[in-house]
């Protein structure tokens, strides 16, 4: 795993200064700790940090190809290399390295931008071919790893994994966009449709760009996307026979390494499966951790550690405190953009433990937005076959009148908070789903922007974009365009970013058997009634694991990481919650009304209300315009 960054001039080929891209990788060293490298031509400069994982002393980077005339900087890792490279040597490729970057390379003079089709991994990556004056970037089906881009004042282009390798490049501008702001608040992280900064952008997940010198930049085009528009057919001893089959390959391809691997053990299905399938192919224990913490309704190092005794794993299990809001600074220094998924915490905690006994851990990431397996996604499935029975004028008339009337319970437990049920009933299914994905609604927002601000978003609204992006996708059902918005929308914006930043911030390298992209393919085309049956998600993935781990771990309730940041907010983080409403730097943008973001903070503290969520993103707000030194 590593750090890249690049300046590209497409119509005028200026002279690039290294010493401007080796600064814009050394602000991400903690990605690549054990070498760097930078390369410059007549209008272009690659550079990389470097984190050994493969052929350890024989794959330095930026790398040429085995004929100069390409060279690449890379980010990732390919898990079918080595047959890709007997491929190409038996059409007459030459290779130099024992690794997957030089691979690439020569994919690349092989099938041009088909090369992509071939790569099993995880990767984003700049490959520059020195006769045909282009510039290919690309990023990997799913957006397991980054890739920001950036426009400049001069005419070029820079890109860089992180944002803050774009915030040394001295032609930034550090202006904020709104609509950026408006779905940060939306969602608790920004989508990779936006940047927190104007000008900037991401290359979207399964699309590449081919820039051309002398030529004006074309935008990304897509050379992926996830199909649910077929079904499979087959009993369901065959799929779960395939299934344990395509499972097996992911797993194992992703445990090759040159130096230590291990896993994330949760003690839920998924990491719990990965840890099976890999003891199944290891002859040596398997290295696992998990983080527990000191409020026993938020800890399940038990189940954890019931998996570590099952498989006789080399476990190691760690405490920490809930009260551990020390590290919010350091947090939101990781992101760049504000981010505020409060299980970021625990997850970094985690992968620290993983670090200090390997250099690359698996993790369960990827099963429940591929099987069906969040709460969500069953509620919005049950909730599809109830707008199926009634016209969409009475369901609206009905469910909207229940929605509006229905006392707001956020103190009862989840089943019996039926507003929100109503709500999402009286909508349609995209609106409804975009309902249950968000923190805030539009009302709620709006009730917290200022008027200049609400004025200056002249009718953006950010679900819009998931609800369209949900109507077109290749499916033939509501539970279909779910999964598909978790896919395509929420997992590359929230989760993988979560799960990369983390890790990369103590120069671990993460990976996602659970995300091959065959496996996920498979999942895609299964009968709606083998992804959920009942109340029961992930239907089959349990089933076909039920040869491996108890029932009680399979069909326990789903937990996952929490942070009790509702407690810490009537707690040690009340007086935080209080400041945000006169906060200078919030004051300085405009963009929030200080008395709502006070009524916020003060319902919340007296236990009126649950605005745990909405404080926390505004905190991390605050935080990240600190670090980035944004204007309004």
């Known amino acids: 795993m590593c750090g890249i960054a690049g300046i590209f001039h497409a119509e005028t080929p200026k002279p690039v200064d290294p010493v401007r891209v080796e600064r814009m990788c050394d602000a991400m060293v903690h990605r690549g700790p054990d070498g760097a490298g930078v390369w410059t031509d007549r209008g272009v400069g690659l550079g990389h940090r470097r984190l050994s994982i493969i052929d350890l002393e024989g794959s ?11 060279v690449i900087v890379f980010n990732g890792e390919i898990y079918n290399f080595r047959e890709l490279r007997r491929e190409l040597e038996q059409g007459g490729a030459r290779f130099r390295t024992q690794g997957d970057t030089e691979m690439i390379l020569a994919a690349w003079q092989r099938w041009g931008t088909g090369c992509l089709d071939r790569l099993q991994g995880m990767f984003a990556f ?10 290919f970037l690309a990023r990997d089906r799913f957006g397991v790893k980054p890739m920001f881009l950036a426009r400049l004042s001069d005419g070029s282009i820079a890109f860089a994994s992180e944002l803050k390798g774009l915030l040394a490049h001295p032609l930034l501008r550090r202006k904020a966009d709104p609509a950026a702001l408006d779905a940060y608040m939306t969602w608790g992280y920004v989508p990779d449709t936006h940047s927190i900064l104007s000008g900037v952008e991401k290359l979207p997940a399964g699309h590449f760009m081919l820039l051309e010198q002398g030529k004006a930049p074309e935008g990304p085009k897509q050379w992926w996307d996830i199909d649910f528009s077929q079904r499979k057919k087959g009993s369901e001893a065959d799929l779960s026979a395939e299934l344990v089959h395509l499972l097996r390959e992911a797993v194992q391809s992703r445990m090759v390494s040159d130096v230590p691997l291990g896993a994330f053990l949760s003690g839920g299905v998924d990491s719990s499966s990965v840890v ?15 983080i527990g913490f000191d409020v026993a309704g938020l800890d399940e190092t038990s189940y954890a550690q019931q998996i570590a005794d099952k498989f006789v794993t080399d476990h190691t299990a760690r405490t920490v405190s809930q009260d551990d809001f020390g590290a919010i600074d ?3 220094a990781m992101f760049d953009e504000p981010f505020a998924d409060a299980s970021a915490l625990p997850t970094w905690r985690v992968c620290a433990l993983a670090r200090e006994k390997v250099t690359v851990a698996l993790s369960g990431d990827g099963a429940d937005e591929a099987f069906a397996g969040y709460r969500r996604q069953v509620f919005h499935h049950n909730e599809e076959r109830v707008r199926g029975m009634m016209p969409a004028g009475l369901r609206h008339s009905v469910f909207g009148t229940l929605g509006r009337v229905w006392p707001k319970a956020d103190w009862a437990p989840q089943s019996l908070r039926a507003k929100s049920t109503f709500l999402a009933l009286a909508a349609s299914g995209e609106e409804g789903y975009a309902r249950g994905l968000s923190v805030a609604t539009p009302d709620q927002r709006h009730g917290l922007y200022s008027e200049n601000f609400s004025r200056g978003l002249d009718g953006y609204r950010a679900e819009d974009e998931l609800i369209a992006l949900m109507r077109d996708a290749p499916a033939q059902s509501g539970l279909d365009r779910a999964q598909y918005a978790d896919l395509k929308f929420w997992m590359p914006g929230d989760i993988l970013t979560k799960v990369d930043r983390t890790s990369m911030a103590v120069s671990l390298e993460a990976r996602e058997p659970l995300l091959d992209h065959r496996l996920v393919e498979f999942a895609a085309r299964l ?11 992930k239907y089959l993935l349990k089933k076909c694991m039920e040869r491996y781990l108890p029932n009680d771990i399979l069909y326990r309730p789903k937990q996952g990481f929490v942070t009790p940041i509702a407690d810490w907010f009537r707690g040690p983080l009340a007086s935080d919650a209080r400041a945000i409403a006169t906060s200078s730097i919030l004051a300085e943008t405009g963009w929030f009304a200080p008395e709502a973001l006070s009524d916020l903070a003060d319902g919340h503290i007296a236990g009126r209300s649950d605005n745990s969520r909405i404080l926390w993103q505004v905190l991390m707000l605050e935080k990240s315009l600190i670090r980035l030194g944004i204007t309004a």
């Open 60 to 70: 330095p980077q930026p790398m040429h190809s085995a004929d100069g005339r390409a």
């Open 126 to 135: 700049a490959l520059y071919d020195l006769d045909k004056r282009q510039l």
């Open 527 to 537: 009968p709606e009634s083998m992804r959920v049956k009942g109340s029961t998600g």
């Open 330 to 332: 350091e947090l939101a």
């Open 276 to 290: 099976a399938l890999m003891s199944e192919a290891s002859a040596d224990p398997v290295r696992t951790c998990s």
